[in-house]
């Protein structure tokens, strides 16, 4: 092995160092857009941390929505049993709105009933699933689209607008608006990244 002089270790030294100067801003700046992206205030942000579980947030929000409000709720103290949920629920000023949801557990299959279309989701942390549109029933006042849970638990899904009247866990927020459209519904969809 060659000894290498003082001054070659210096200069490997400070271009390794500039290296992991360079990545950290860089996962910084990723970091600063996509909360930017998702549109969350820091009080948001923190609200959703205080959960101590991974929170997927959307990197892309589709033009004119802002967050509505985040819901919130941790599992009693001792249980950790399909709990903490929580819920980023955005809205537009033409009254379109959906969420994105989070439960620790206690999720099953979506019913077949209603179904009218799929539309495969791929999102790179939470693997494969379907966004589901539901035509107009009995209880349903109009169609909806819902996601199918992805992940491992934490699980996770998109949610849109009616889906309250399906759904007895979805933000009563989503029963007085409409659905953004399906294309845009995957895109938000497939846009989940990990809250840093």
């Given at each position: 092995m060659k000894?290498?002089?003082?001054i070659t270790i210096t200069i490997i030294s400070a271009i390794l160092a500039t290296s992991v100067q360079s990545v950290t801003a860089e996962r910084s700046t990723n970091q600063e857009q996509l909360l930017a992206n998702a549109q969350l205030?820091?009080?948001?942000?923190?609200?959703?941390?205080?959960?101590?579980?991974?929170?997927?947030?959307?990197?892309?929000?589709?033009?004119?929505?802002?967050?509505?409000s985040v819901q919130v709720k941790p599992c009693p103290s001792g249980v950790r049993r399909f709990c903490?949920?929580?819920?980023?629920?955005?809205?537009?000023?033409?009254?379109?709105?959906?969420a994105i949801e989070s439960t620790g557990g206690g999720i099953g299959d979506m019913p077949s009933a209603g179904l009218e279309r799929d539309y495969p989701v791929n999102?790179?942390?939470?693997?494969k699933g379907a966004l589901l549109k539901y035509r107009k029933n009995d209880r349903l006042s109009g169609p909806t689209l819902i996601g199918s849970w992805m992940g491992k638990g934490p699980?996770?899904?998109?949610t849109g607008a009616g889906s309250r009247l399906f759904l007895d866990t979805a933000p009563p927020e989503l029963s007085n608006c409409s659905d953004i459209?399906?294309?845009?519904?995957?895109?938000?969809?497939?846009?989940?990244?990990?809250l840093p």
């Open positions: 000894n290498r002089s003082p205030s820091d009080r948001q942000t923190n609200q959703l941390k205080s959960l101590g579980v991974k929170v997927a947030i959307p990197s892309y929000v589709p033009a004119g929505f802002k967050v509505a903490p949920n929580y819920a980023i629920i955005y809205r537009n000023p033409n009254n379109s709105c959906f999102n790179s942390i939470l693997g699980f996770y899904r998109f459209s399906a294309q845009e519904a995957v895109r938000v969809w497939e846009s989940l990244r990990y």
